[in-house]
């Protein structure tokens, strides 16, 4: 079993309110987890306006396949409207 961490820090630059950050967050969290079949939760900066970090698992059988789901969520959420990534960091276990 072969386990990918995927932490993405966003910024929100139209966001000016708690409120508008959540509901561009929350988007982008069900988008993911319904395309992906991933973990997705907002794990960072929750009560900053205009910054987030999200943090995204994937499991799997081999280590190229989790790499694969990995980086096209990170491909996704590059171009997810609203957001700008501002930092990746991607991990995988048990290889």
């Known amino acids: 079993m072969i386990l990918g961490s995927l932490r993405i820090r966003l910024y929100l630059r139209d966001s000016h309110s708690l409120k508008e950050k959540r509901s561009v967050i929350r988007s982008l969290i069900q988008n993911v987890r319904n395309k992906f079949n991933v973990s997705v939760s907002e794990v960072d ?28 969520v990170e491909g996704y959420v590059r171009y997810f409207g609203g957001v700008e990534v501002t930092d990746v960091h991607a991990e995988t276990f048990g290889d």
């Open 45 to 72: 900066f929750q009560d900053v306006w205009q910054t987030a970090e999200v943090g995204v698992a994937a499991v799997g059988s081999d280590t190229p396949f989790v790499r694969e789901v990995l980086t096209h």
